[in-house]
T-cell receptor, first 110, second 111 residues
């Protein structure tokens, strides 16, 4: 079945760039998403990319999509302590449900 | 900015009891979803709802679960007879087209 995988943990220093990686299995994906979850909070939609795009930039966030390798990444430029959270990659099935990765915990050290 | 709201934020119940988790989706949205996240595990799809009926449900969504949109604004998830393994965060989401917007979740603890 469809699956999404992420590394579990990333630690960076404040001001550095963070790159969170994700792989997926569904070759018919139309959209791929990044959500952010802060402690005790819900899932906040950060950004999404259409599968016919290679890159999408939105302020400090850059999403790269390699459809051939089924690899998605989220780059956060100038990472701040407020970026510390769990980041979820998600694929949408052809029926509309989201399939999530296990989440990457981003730790930003001052 | 409109947002999805959920109540209660935390519900503690005894095994075998019925619980109703409530959600108010964003007002012009047409598609509604429930997901859950067991502690330490992935966020899992439970059910999607469109045009007043279930459009898809997962294997988890068995006869103990039901959803309803009773009044055109609320969207509820009922668990008829809770089990210990139903303890999880339950997230409601809604969408109008491409992106699903999530509520803050209800933490359900079954003792």
């Amino acid at each position: 079945g469809e699956d999404v995988e992420q590394s579990l943990f990333l630690s960076v220093r404040e001001g550095d760039s963070s790159v969170i990686n994700c792989t997926y299995t569904d070759s018919s994906s139309t959209y791929l998403y990044w959500y952010k979850q802060e402690p005790g909070a819900g899932l906040q939609l950060l950004t999404y990319i259409f599968s016919n795009m290679d890159m999408k930039q939105d302020q400090r966030l850059t999403v790269l999509l390699n459809k051939k390798d089924k690899h998605l990444s989220l780059r956060i430029a100038d990472t701040q302590t407020g970026d510390s959270a769990i980041y979820f990659c998600a694929d949408v099935s052809n029926t509309g449900k989201l399939i999530f990765g296990q989440g990457t915990t981003l730790q930003v050290k001052p | 900015e409109p947002e999805v709201t959920q109540t209660p934020s935390h519900q503690v119940t005894q095994m075998g009891q019925e619980v109703i988790l409530r959600c108010v989706p964003i007002s012009n949205h047409l598609y509604f979803y429930w997901y859950r996240q067991i502690l330490g595990q992935k966020v899992e799809f439970l059910v999607s709802f469109y045009n007043n009926e279930i459009s898809e449900k997962s294997e988890i969504f068995d006869d103990q679960f039901s959803v309803e949109r009773p009044d055109g604004s609320n969207f509820t998830l009922k668990i008829r007879s809770t089990k210990l393994e139903d303890s999880a965060m339950y997230f409601c989401a809604s969408s109008v087209s491409r992106a699903e917007y999530f509520g803050p979740g209800t933490r359900l603890t079954v003792t």
